[in-house]
């Protein structure tokens, strides 16, 4: 082989082709396009996920609170002040722990409770979860 080479003069360069490094990127683009929407999707649901166990563990507070003081409390920082919160999570999906929006409720729990206070809690995002429904009424 190196004699024939050699015959006509010139060596062949060592390198990839033009059609070569076409095919390649190409293979990638493909793969790429398949990735990345399901790389989003994956990251969709650990949000909802993580949103969906943030409400949980946020409206346990809010009942063990109530139960516990007789009333309702007036905020989330109340909550954390009272212990009954490390601090208030970051919503998932806005990105922010100052979106919460909090339902109030001015039913009393005692005789003596003179107001209501939060009941429920909700995320600020207005987007739209995988089951169709705003993350807001979830």
């Known amino acids: 082989m190196k004699a024939q080479l050699q015959k006509f003069g010139r060596k062949r360069e060592q390198g990839f082709t033009l059609i070569e490094l076409i095919v390649v990127m190409a293979i990638i683009a493909v793969l790429t396009a398949v990735a990345v929407p399901r790389f989003a999707a994956i990251v969709k649901s650990a949000r909802e996920a993580a949103l969906k166990q943030d409400l949980q563990v946020m409206r346990q507070a809010i009942s063990a609170y109530t139960m516990d003081k007789g009333k309702a409390p007036q905020s ?3 909550l954390v002040q009272s212990g009954y919160l490390h601090s ?8 922010s722990a100052n979106t919460w929006v909090t339902d109030t409720s001015d039913s009393l729990s005692d005789i003596e ?9 909700h995320s600020g995002s207005n987007a739209v979860g995988s089951n169709g429904d705003p993350y807001s009424s979830w």
């Open 113 to 121: 409770e003179s107001n209501g206070g939060i009941d429920n809690v």
């Open 88 to 95: 208030i999570p970051v919503d998932p999906i806005t990105h």
């Open 76 to 78: 989330l920082d109340e």
